[in-house]
């Protein structure tokens, strides 16, 4: 006698099966696809009702040109490269300042945390473009730094008060037998967080980290308004010159997007690599 067998599927299950349908690659370019279309739809769109005049032709020569037989990098690809300098600068330095503040908070001194909570609640609540300001018409000229220094203490005062609460996150989360295993053995603190925390903790903060990088190299944009020659400049003063807004603004995010776009695809595959199973 045969018999039919009936698997019911749990509504969860159903849901669950559904969602991964919208995680596959096609999907996503699909949504690519269909946010293009709607951006050249916008773009027509604008030019009918403004009646502006797209002139695509002369913006190559803002990225590359040839001058004499010679490859000549235009003002937007320096631009790109000073947005690389000062965010690598600024990226070493964040990393050492919210390393240490999130030691300091940490720690068994009262007035080190007094002063780290203060350093955080300052940076976080003030705009980084009044920082940027304070610190190059006030702090600066008294220091002796000039307008690269100012904004990369800037900078890097900023987001280091952000990936010091990173570093915080992921020394305490780890499970407290870390440390007792770590003292079992004799270590003291310095060499249980270098040889026991830290590579731990820099597992789990890696994703967090790299989004972190991301905002930086978004935020050294606002560099620009003490005259510094970066992107965000460089993109201001040829629009201004030659009354290509839009397109030079468009190819300036495109830049933007052709960095942060595989650094987000980086955080993807390191929070699927580096995922704590509980």
Not at 59 to 69: A, E, M, S, T
Not at 182 to 208: E, K, M, W
Not at 227 to 240: E, F, K, T, V, W
Request: proline share 3%; charged share 15%.
């Amino acid at each position: 006698m045969d018999e039919t067998i009936k698997v019911r599927i749990s509504p969860l299950h159903w849901l669950r099966q559904r969602i991964f349908l919208f995680r596959r690659p096609w999907f996503d370019i699909i949504q690519f696809a269909l946010v293009v279309a709607v951006i050249v739809w916008l773009m027509a769109l604008s030019t009918s009702t403004l009646g502006y005049n797209w002139q695509w032709y002369r913006v190559p020569r803002y990225l590359f040109r040839i001058r004499h037989g010679e490859l000549l990098v235009g003002e937007l690809i320096k631009g790109l490269l000073f947005t690389f300098r000062i965010s690598g600068v600024s990226l070493v330095l964040a990393l050492g300042i919210g390393l240490a503040t999130a030691l300091i908070r940490l720690s068994g001194s009262f007035m080190g945390r007094i002063l780290a909570r203060g350093y955080l609640e300052l940076i976080r609540n003030t705009p980084l473009v009044v920082q940027i300001y304070l610190m190059y018409f006030v702090l600066g000229p008294i220091i002796g730094l000039g307008r690269f220094g100012s904004a990369v203490l800037a900078l890097s005062l900023f987001e280091g008060a952000y990936l010091s609460e990173i570093f915080r996150a992921g020394i305490v989360n780890l499970h407290k037998g870390q440390w007792e295993a770590a003292h079992s053995l004799g270590l003291n603190s310095f060499y249980t967080y270098r040889d026991v925390i830290l590579p731990q903790a820099l597992r789990r903060i890696l994703p967090p980290l790299t989004s972190q990088v991301i905002t930086l190299i978004k935020n050294s944009a606002l560099v620009s308004i003490v005259s510094l020659g970066d992107l965000a400049l460089q993109a201001r003063i040829i629009a201004a010159d030659t009354f290509l807004v839009f397109e030079i603004w468009f190819v300036t995010a495109l830049i933007y997007l052709a960095i942060t776009v595989p650094l987000s695809t980086v955080v993807y595959y390191m929070e699927r690599r580096f995922r704590i199973l509980t």
